[in-house]
């Protein structure tokens, strides 16, 4: 079941195109990789699916709606679906590590606190971190906890669907391991789709279910056994030699 459809995008800025006329679709449950080198709009292209740029062209829909339509009641409803991680986290540095994962409920729930702080307390198991980290603040932790911190915060609203800007950029690789089995445990346990955008080849193989590759068209869309018997050689070097950073 189609949960986003992207029809006939187009986005360019001054003479600069960086998407011509994209289509392609997410399903439901589904982990999807957005994936591109370096200016080939992957960024520009999910932060217009969040509703955080304009569509210049084309249509965008979420949950079948046309989210250039929406009413105002419609726009806080979809945004309420769905939760977008920075690529760096963005944590309150002022806040500790439990504040910042109950940013979210305090904002949009009328909760009481005692269940808020719970709640808070069971995102930060879901995501592996001990609970002695949570009066900690982000200057005390790693970059690994950080990643996980947000994605604890992320939970807190419930959304169906998460997106993920290179989540695992900048780790070392027992950590890339760690938030690459909590993506695919968000998936299969919490029932999540999630949209990633992402250059490291180890998620590419082992946590995607499919992706395209963006270079102003879509030149692949597809899933990993397709890519690599791919006879393009665009897409042989971007999954052997790091040709996406």
Do not use: W
């Amino acid at each position: 079941m189609e949960i986003i459809k992207i029809e006939n995008l187009s986005t360019a800025f001054g003479k600069n195109i960086v998407h011509n006329n994209i289509s392609f679709s997410i399903n439901e449950k589904e982990i999807f990789g957005v994936l591109g080198g370096s200016g080939s709009g992957k960024s520009v292209l999910v932060k217009q699916i969040v509703m955080l740029n304009e569509i210049q062209k084309g249509t965008i829909k979420i949950f079948d709606k046309d989210i250039s339509n929406l009413s105002l009641e419609e726009n806080q409803e979809i945004k309420q679906q769905f939760s977008y991680l920075f690529q760096f986290g963005a944590l309150y540095s002022f806040l500790n590590v439990i504040e910042n994962i109950s940013v979210m409920l305090k904002e949009y729930t009328n909760l009481p606190s005692d269940l808020i702080e719970k709640i808070a307390y069971t995102n930060l198991e879901i995501v592996g971190l001990p609970k002695n980290c949570a009066k900690l603040y982000p200057s005390q932790i790693s970059g690994g906890m950080k990643k996980r911190v947000a994605l604890a915060r992320s939970l807190a609203l419930e959304p169906k669907i998460l997106f993920l800007d290179e989540p695992t950029s900048g780790l070392d690789p027992a950590s890339t391991q760690k938030i690459n089995e909590l993506i695919l445990y968000l998936r299969d346990v919490l029932n999540m789709t999630i949209v990633i955008i992402t250059h490291d080849l180890e998620t590419i193989k082992t946590v995607l279910d499919r992706f395209v590759i963006l270079k102003k068209d879509i030149i692949f869309d597809g899933n990993i056994k397709e890519a690599m018997n791919s006879d393009d050689e665009f897409i042989k070097d971007f999954l052997t030699n790091k040709k996406a950073e």
